[in-house]
């Protein structure tokens, strides 16, 4: 009689371990923060969770809209949502929201993501301000 010997995965299907699979593996997220960057070529959405960790995110150019119609408020609409389709099926319930930038999509991409029934917390505006702006050139000299 020949002894069968099994091998590891065999033993680990035996023992009725779990074996993992996509949605097991995306674990559920209660609150988390939203980075909206609009600018006037794009507008970038990115979600992370409480510590910062990227969740998801997405754009309005990787949505299929080319040229100047990235840039528009619809497109960064079209984000937020799709965005927020996304977040309900890992249990997300309020965020807070980081804007940045001044593109037209900045309030877009926001209404775009609260109408699938997302609670803000709050909204704070990080866009970058210049001190002293652009230096005049420099007098030539011959």
Do not use: C
């Amino acid at each position: 009689m020949a002894k069968k010997t099994t091998t590891t995965e065999e033993k680990k299907v035996q023992d009725g371990a779990p074996k993992a699979t996509s949605s097991s593996s995306r674990k559920k997220l209660d609150s988390g923060i939203l980075y909206v960057q609009s600018t006037y070529n794009n507008t970038k959405v990115l979600l992370t969770d409480v510590k910062g960790n990227a969740v998801m995110w997405s754009s309005s150019g990787s949505l299929g809209f080319k040229g100047a119609k990235k840039g528009t408020p619809f497109a960064a609409a079209k984000v937020g949502e799709t965005l927020a389709a996304k977040a309900a099926l890992i249990g997300l319930k309020d965020i807070h929201v980081v804007v940045k930038g001044v593109g037209s999509g900045r309030e877009s991409a926001i209404r775009g993501f609260i109408s699938k029934g997302v609670t803000i917390s709050s909204i704070q505006d990080e866009t970058p301000v210049p001190f002293n702006g652009p230096q005049p050139k420099k007098p030539r000299r011959v």
